[in-house]
């Protein structure tokens, strides 16, 4: 019962996986040609087979002048299947190119659409890893080891047909260690895809650590960080490796089972043919063709193996686009023309919390109310994490809140084009660079090669006493990539 729950679950997630990588795309129409020709393949197996069983027979026979049929039937066969394989792989090069495009588009689309309070939340390597190394998995997935199944599955059905044509008992004894090989099969890809999702989470980590050090190799530079910026790499990296390397190490162990059972069919199959040829109760020009058609079948089948052995790395990483490809959407009306109002701004009654922040209270604004009439010049002061970067941000759009009404010129944002809108509202901020560790670490970070003053002079001296008091965790809070857990303020 649990090798079924197990077959069941694994067949489950890798099906709602696929599904969501060929939802509209064009996948759909090249799977069902590569089906046909999938046919094609098998039918060119069927006539290798049966030259096979015609030839030998004529051999035992001595019937040697009519050894051109059989040899003919040979060549056919393999004729046939090498046109219908060429076709196929042409088939799976257009469709991965074209999935390739698809799911770069619908990253760049998703992202640039996507609520600004979500994009602050996401790691710039790993964003870049996921356009490139990502989507190449998932095409690849989709493109080439889908295909496999399908190829697996449908000369496996129709060898199973011209086996149960032949005599029922074939059928049966070919079928029954079946349901063990594909419990097997699903064990090896549970066993696998959960050593490569921990690869995939040290791959985003070291990815996200190389492109900090890129985008700040000035503050880099100027605090001589380079010592410090080598070793964490280097963990990362060493990291990496380690993970990765269990995962491939695991691999052909978890599979071993599934690839020494792939040939208990053929094997139960001569065992049984055998029995009946003894018996007259089968021809052995039959038995030697299907037991030829069952050695190739198996052959293909072991492409099934290959699937189900690489299925779940790749998934693994093409499940890391859906979170962009679900991302929450900014959504914009069609107003295109202001109102006759003398307010250019309007908040009332707004309310607003980060939700990834380490806040002891998570509420920044309670019903704050701002009203700026047109040409009106206004400075927001307040104390750090007060709320002033979050009040810009509210008014921008950038942000929005969780109760309450923003109005530019007399209109809610979310009615505005999103074009005019843009127009009308600009935003400007500063770019504060913090690494994605504990505060106390960052500031022990520029006095890691040498030492200036203590860390509670640094405090007291930065001012930041107050905003160090209003998280759970204080110094020990951790900032985020860029310092997106703390507000502007408290950046």
Not at 94 to 114: C, P, T, V
Not at 317 to 323: G, I, T
Request: charged letters at 20%; aromatic letters at 10%.
């Amino acid at each position: 019962m649990k090798s079924k729950t197990m077959l069941k679950n694994q067949i489950k997630s890798a099906a709602d996986s696929i599904y969501q990588l060929i939802r509209g795309t064009e996948a759909p129409k090249y799977l069902s040609m590569i089906s046909c020709l999938c046919i094609v393949l098998a039918l060119g197996n069927i006539m290798f087979s049966f030259g096979m069983g015609q030839l030998f027979t004529h051999t035992y026979q001595e019937k040697f002048q009519i050894f051109i049929y059989p040899l003919l039937l040979l060549l056919s066969g393999k004729v046939v299947y090498a046109v219908a394989e060429f076709l196929k792989g042409r088939l799976e090069v257009k469709l991965q190119a074209n999935l390739n495009f698809h799911y770069r588009m619908i990253i760049a689309e998703k992202y640039a659409k996507a609520k600004y309070e979500w994009q602050e939340t996401q790691k710039t390597g790993d964003l870049v890893d996921r356009v490139q190394e990502d989507t190449d998995s998932a095409a690849m997935a989709v493109a080439t080891y889908l295909p496999k199944a399908v190829k697996s599955l449908v000369i496996f059905g129709v060898t199973i047909f011209v086996l149960f044509s032949v005599d029922w008992r074939l059928s049966v004894a070919y079928l029954f260690p079946v349901p063990f090989l594909f419990i097997f099969n699903a064990w090896g890809s549970k066993v696998s895809q959960r050593y490569f999702d921990d690869s995939r989470v040290a791959n985003s980590a070291r990815n996200a650590k190389i492109q900090d050090v890129i985008n700040n190799r000035t503050t880099i530079k100027a605090y001589s960080l380079e010592d410090t910026v080598e070793r964490e790499i280097e963990n990362k990296i060493l990291c990496y490796v380690k993970k990765i390397s269990n995962a491939l190490a695991m691999m052909p162990l978890s599979f071993s089972p599934a690839i020494l059972f792939n040939k208990i069919p053929s094997i139960l199959l001569g065992v049984i043919g055998c029995a009946l040829v003894i018996q007259n109760n089968l021809h052995s020009e039959s038995f030697i063709m299907i037991f030829t058609l069952s050695i190739t079948t198996a052959d293909e089948i072991r492409e099934l193996d290959d699937f189900m052995a690489n299925i779940p790395s790749l998934l693994a990483y093409a499940k890391r686009l859906f979170p962009i490809w679900d991302s929450p959407q900014q959504v914009f009306g069609r107003e295109i023309a202001c109102q006759d109002t003398v307010h250019a701004f309007e908040l009332e009654n707004v309310s607003f919390a980060y939700s990834n922040v380490n806040f002891g209270a998570s509420k920044i604004l309670t019903d704050f109310n701002l009203r700026i009439k047109k040409g009106e010049r206004v400075v927001i002061v307040g104390k750090s994490g007060s709320g002033k970067s979050t009040v810009l941000k509210l008014a921008g759009g950038l942000y929005e809140p969780s109760r309450g009404t923003i109005k530019i010129f007399g209109r809610k944002i979310e009615d505005w084009d999103e074009r005019i809108f843009h127009q009308l509202v600009g935003y400007m901020s500063q770019d504060i660079f913090l690494w994605p560790m504990s505060i106390e670490e960052n500031i022990q970070l520029a006095q890691s090669n040498r030492k200036i003053i203590s860390l509670e002079q640094a405090v007291k001296f930065s001012g930041i006493t107050g905003s160090l008091n209003k998280l759970s965790d204080g110094l020990k809070t951790q900032v985020g990539e860029r310092g997106t857990s703390l507000s502007g303020g408290q950046r």
